[in-house]
């Protein structure tokens, strides 16, 4: 039951997430930064994945798009992955280790490209990456949490 819970509250923060993204092409740190905490919460008391692998998991995927960000922003002048995209991938990493992260960069990254190239949009337009890395992290914790892949 308290999974369910978890996975509940988990939904409707990601829904939130995205939500505001699409919008706004932002990931506020006041829903980004309490998901960190709460994955690295959920291990520290043995509700998801060993405190080592959420504490490697958060620096890693926060690091990754923070240096893809940096190194994107130095070549172009433009944003082009924000930091509310590194937290939000720094807490998949709390919540499910740093081995689910290929999975959810999979999901999330194969996702936004796929709806960019059926979508026919302008390619000078923006898209919000959030809602598709709020869906590779839903869809890997579900796997983990209900299914017992990955």
């Not at 504490?55 to 082009?80: K, P």
């Not at 807490?91 to 499910?96: D, I, K, P, V």
Request: glycine share 16%.
């Amino acid at each position: 039951m308290p999974d369910v819970l978890i996975t509940v509250a988990l939904t409707a923060v990601l829904l939130r997430l995205s939500w505001i993204d699409l919008h706004s092409f932002r990931l506020p740190d006041t829903w980004t930064l309490p998901l960190i905490a709460s994955g690295l919460l959920l291990a520290a008391t043995g509700g998801g994945v060993p405190v080592l692998a959420s504490l490697i998991g958060g620096g890693v995927a926060f690091g990754a798009f923070w240096a893809i960000g940096s190194l994107y922003y130095n070549r172009t002048g433009q944003e082009g992955l924000g930091l509310g995209d590194a937290k939000l991938f720094a807490a998949c990493g709390t919540w499910l280790g740093y081995g689910a992260l290929p999975y959810v960069l999979l999901i999330g990254a194969g996702g936004a490209l796929l709806f960019a190239g059926l979508s026919q949009r302008d390619v000078r337009r923006r898209i919000a990456f959030g809602p598709w890395l709020a869906l590779g992290f839903w869809l890997t914790w579900i796997a983990v949490k209900f299914t017992g892949i990955a």
